[in-house]
């Protein structure tokens, strides 16, 4: 017997003996050694526990086992009748454990959550089922080939009411599959590239209107730039939802989420600078600096190689296009003197929030880059809101700090040994 044998069979004994809360916790460390190594499940043991029938062990196993059997058993414990209304909250808990599994697929390679629950029954979550049921699918990262469907409004979300379909859309916001492309040397993420591909579709598919938009904001707001799928051509989308009006209850055009523009225009210009590519075919690009259309100038500021002069210009000519539009510009962020004009000059409101997460998304492409602000304004008002002190900052100043003392002790020291020289002269001329 193995050494990993030997692990396994006493863990199997102490959780078969242990109260539910000690294995509820057990699971979630389980759970989590898993999630970086799906393939070390311990198939045994989940079945041993299932047959506890305790329900916390219960919640434990649908959120964290690897064993798909298991987990569509505890699902179909789920869809029993409630006996009351605490009961019917702990089932409806115990389903949307199931849906939320990030183990199941990976382990068992299948078409979750079809293989799970069978279709029907992914039908009625998506259908007609409580919305956390629903969200907790569709916020699961190992469902990408159920996103693409959702994005292109095919497959089991064919026939579903519009709204229903928009409100899905909403829900899938927030699933880390679309902001985590898994290229290997064997190849490119060819399910990541396709759900980027549906996703830029919806552009083409949503209806035109005010509702959709805002959707479509939030979702392309959540994407990492570096991680989408080029079109051919953004022109044609732009011109599709150039005339959408959105207004708010007043009548009035919306406020955009982050700048000073309409929600309209910040929404065009943020699809413009996410985008724009040079055509295959032609070399061409959407992008005009020169051009009289303020998304077009936008799109040019999201992507060219801009001196601080040119950032001068665009500031005075196209302010709030411009700080929106350069927020995606990665020559303006990976230069640290036009990083710090940005920072310094040009970023307002409440993009400055949204800006420390595009920070990050370039320090885990670029190691080497440091996503902590570089204006003293914004690093303070960081230091502010979270509580701790910049530690580059925080030890400049002690080491400027300890300059300082070591100065003043050594005029301390200075002035000690000529006192005790002229003590030493007076001393000599007394005897």
């Excluded at 055509?279 to 690009?285: L, M, V």
Aim: proline letters at 5%.
């Amino acid at each position: 017997m193995t050494g990993d044998d030997q692990d396994k069979r006493t863990r199997r004994a102490r959780l078969l003996a242990a109260s539910p809360e000690y294995v509820f916790e057990e699971l979630g460390r389980y759970g989590a050694a898993l999630t970086n190594d799906p393939f070390r499940g311990d198939k045994e043991l989940e079945k041993l526990l299932l047959v506890r029938q305790a329900p916390l062990i219960d919640l434990g196993l649908a959120m964290h086992a690897s064993e798909k059997e298991v987990v569509a058993e505890l699902y179909r414990r789920g869809r029993r009748a409630a006996t009351d209304d605490r009961d019917a909250e702990y089932l409806n808990g115990l389903r949307v454990a199931c849906l939320s599994n990030r183990v199941v697929n990976h382990y068992s390679f299948s078409d979750f959550p079809q293989s799970l629950i069978g279709e029907e029954e992914t039908r009625r979550v998506l259908a007609t089922a409580e919305w956390e049921e629903a969200e907790a699918l569709l916020r699961n990262p190992t469902v990408g080939s159920l996103l693409t469907a959702l994005y292109k409004k095919t497959g089991l979300f064919a026939e579903l009411p519009e709204d229903r379909w928009l409100k899905l859309l909403r829900m899938s916001v927030g699933n880390t599959r679309l902001i985590s492309r898994e290229d290997t040397d064997s190849g490119p993420d060819l399910e990541h590239m396709r759900l980027h591909e549906a996703a830029f579709g919806l552009l083409e598919l949503a209806p035109v209107e005010q509702s959709s938009l805002t959707i479509l904001h939030t979702l392309y707001d959540y994407f990492d730039p570096e991680q989408i799928w080029s079109p051919p051509s953004v022109a044609p989308a732009i011109e599709r939802w150039r005339n959408c009006e959105v207004s708010d209850y007043k009548g009035n055009p919306s406020d955009g989420y982050y700048t000073g523009l309409d929600l309209r225009d910040e929404f065009l210009c943020l699809v413009a600078s996410l985008y724009d590519r040079p055509s295959y075919e032609t070399g061409s690009a959407f992008r005009d600096v020169k051009s009289s259309d303020p998304i077009r100038r936008a799109a040019h500021y999201a992507k060219a190689k801009l001196t601080p002069q040119d950032m001068d210009a665009a500031m005075a000519k196209d302010k709030e296009f411009f700080v929106y539009a350069a927020f995606f510009n990665d020559h303006v962020l990976m230069t640290p003197a036009l990083r710090l004009k940005y920072e310094d000059g040009c970023l307002l409101g409440d993009l400055r929030h949204r800006y420390k997460i595009r920070c990050e998304q370039l320090h885990r492409r670029w190691r080497s880059f440091d996503p902590k602000p570089v204006a003293d304004w914004l690093r303070e008002e960081n230091e502010e809101a979270t509580g701790a002190p910049d530690n580059a900052a925080a030890f400049a100043a002690l080491q400027k700090s300890f300059s300082a003392l070591e100065q003043q002790v050594s005029r301390i020291w200075f002035v000690a040994i000529a006192c005790l020289c002229v003590l030493g002269v007076l001393l000599w001329k007394a005897h």
